[in-house]
C-alpha cells in the first residue's frame, strides 16, 4: 500500500471516530430531563380551534409573543385573537407561569398567581430543547383550541 493511501485511511478513520463522538454528545445531551428552566426567552404562540356557546362552534385564533424566564414565570407582551371575527388585543406584559416536568410535559397558566388559575390553562408538551412548545387548551368549559410556541430568542 503506498503512503498517500494510508495517510487517506488513517485521516478517514479518525474524521469518522470524532464525528462519531460528537453524535454521542449530542445524543447524552439530548436526554437530559426538562425543567423549568428548559423554556427561556421569547416564543411566538399561534393556535387556532373553537369556542362551543350554547352548543354551537365559533372559531378561535390567537397570536401572541410569551417571554418565559425560565423560572416557572412569564409574561405575554403581545397578544391578538379572534374569536369568531371578533378582533381584541391583550394589554403588554400580562403575567403567567408554567411548570414543565422531568419528562419534557408540563403545564401553563395565563394570568396573575395564585391557589386557583385566573386565566386560560394548558397543557404542554416541550420539543427539542426547547425550541417548540406544543400546547392544548385545558380545563373546565374549555374550547377545543390547541397551537404551537416557537423560540424565537433567548
Given at each position: 500500500?503506498?503512503?498517500h493511501?494510508k495517510h487517506f485511511?488513517v485521516?478517514?478513520?479518525i474524521?469518522?471516530g470524532?464525528?462519531?463522538?460528537?453524535?454521542?454528545?449530542?445524543?447524552?445531551?439530548d436526554?437530559?430531563?426538562?425543567?423549568?428552566?428548559?423554556?427561556?426567552?421569547?416564543?411566538?404562540?399561534t393556535a387556532s380551534?373553537?369556542?362551543i356557546?350554547?352548543?354551537?362552534?365559533?372559531?378561535k385564533?390567537?397570536?401572541?409573543?410569551i417571554?418565559?424566564?425560565?423560572d416557572?414565570s412569564?409574561t405575554v407582551p403581545?397578544?391578538t385573537?379572534?374569536?369568531?371575527?371578533?378582533?381584541?388585543?391583550?394589554?403588554?406584559d400580562g403575567?403567567?407561569?408554567y411548570?414543565?416536568g422531568?419528562d419534557c410535559?408540563?403545564?401553563l397558566v395565563?394570568?396573575?398567581?395564585?391557589?386557583t388559575?385566573q386565566?386560560?390553562?394548558y397543557?404542554?408538551?416541550?420539543g427539542?430543547k426547547g425550541?417548540?412548545?406544543n400546547?392544548?387548551?385545558?380545563?373546565?368549559?374549555a374550547?377545543?383550541?390547541?397551537?404551537?410556541?416557537?423560540?424565537q430568542?433567548?
Open positions: 500500500m503506498n503512503d493511501l485511511i485521516c478517514a478513520l474524521t469518522l470524532a464525528s462519531g463522538a460528537a453524535q454521542a454528545r449530542d445524543s447524552d445531551e436526554r437530559k430531563p426538562c425543567s423549568d428552566a428548559t423554556l427561556h426567552g421569547l416564543y411566538v404562540f380551534g373553537f369556542n356557546v350554547g352548543g354551537a362552534a365559533q372559531p385564533a390567537i397570536v401572541e409573543l417571554r418565559f424566564n425560565g416557572g412569564l403581545a397578544s385573537v379572534s374569536i369568531n371575527g371578533v378582533i381584541t388585543r391583550s394589554p403588554p403575567p403567567g407561569s411548570e414543565v422531568a410535559t408540563g403545564s395565563f394570568g396573575p398567581p395564585g391557589p388559575p386565566g386560560p390553562t397543557d404542554l408538551f416541550v427539542f425550541s417548540e412548545i400546547m392544548i387548551q385545558t380545563g373546565p368549559g374550547p377545543v383550541f390547541q397551537g404551537t410556541a416557537e423560540r430568542s433567548r
